[in-house]
Antibody, heavy 119, light 107 residues
Framework: EVQLVESGGGLVQPGGSLRLSCAASGFTFSDHYMDWVRQAPGKGLEWVGRTRNQAFSYTTEYAASVKGRFTISRDDSRNSLYLQMNSLKTEDTAVYYC??????????WGQGTLVTVSS | DIQMTQSPSSLSASVGDRVTITCRAS??????LAWFQQKPGKAPKSLIY???SLQSGVPSKFSGSGSGTDFTLTISSLQPEDFATYYC?????????FGQGTKLEIK
């Protein structure tokens, strides 16, 4: 069974940093691209970014709203995905979802972790 | 960026009804279109990819169609568990933008 479990969310002040983790199990993590998607309270879904797999040199893509502040990385030996978030703004407050890219596009979602940016 | 516009934003329907939700892209995206279902307080669930292909385990009451700029999600014989918010997403080009969502409510 595919499982994606996010952790690391919490309350952080504006300008601060936070690192989210996603533990993957039930599939060959190293084969898959992985994305982060977020959802502000009461709002819709927003794509944050992607990491490709080793075959594509772990290259990344980012939404303009986070580019230069957020970094996506992965550790295939630990079956883990990460989101390093720096220079956080109040508008980054959201539930952050780790998602797997299967045939075509997103097939599995984690349960999400809440990040609150507030003073 | 490609803008994705869903219509309607909300929809009331009865158990047993058949409903259609539309998603329009601001430029052509071939068939690189996915649909998701989200219930309150829960993570989204993947329903359809490549405009019309069902994800594993998704019942055939859900169907998708379209290509280019105009796409539809049809849900037949609505059941209480189908009342949720539905999102489309294009993955033709980065950033992979979502529609604003369509809330399907019980009449």
């Amino acid at each position: 069974e595919v499982q994606l479990v996010e952790s690391g969310g919490g309350l952080v002040q504006p300008g601060g940093s936070l690192r989210l983790s996603c533990a993957a199990s039930g599939f060959t993590f190293s084969d898959h691209y992985m994305d982060w998607v977020r959802q502000a309270p009461g709002k819709g879904l927003e794509w944050v970014g992607r990491t490709r797999n080793q075959a594509f040199s772990y290259t990344t893509e980012y939404a303009a709203s986070v580019k230069g502040r957020f970094t996506i990385s992965r550790d295939d030996s630990r079956n883990s995905l990460y989101l390093q978030m720096n220079s956080l703004k109040t508008e980054d407050t959201a539930v952050y979802y780790c998602v797997r890219i299967g045939t075509g596009n997103i097939d599995y979602w984690g349960q999400g972790t809440l990040v609150t940016v507030s003073s | 960026d490609i803008q994705m516009t869903q219509s309607p934003s909300s929809l009331s329907a009865s158990v047993g009804d058949r409903v259609t939700i539309t998603c329009r892209a601001s430029q052509g995206i071939s068939n690189y279109l996915a649909w998701f279902q989200q219930k309150p307080g829960k993570a989204p669930k993947s329903l359809i990819y490549a405009a019309s292909s069902l994800q594993s385990g998704v019942p055939s009451k859900f169907s998708g169609s379209g290509s280019g700029t105009d796409f539809t999600l049809t849900i037949s014989s609505l059941q209480p568990e189908d009342f949720a918010t539905y999102y489309c997403q294009q993955y033709n080009s980065y950033p992979h933008t979502f529609g604003q969502g369509t809330k399907l409510e019980i009449k």
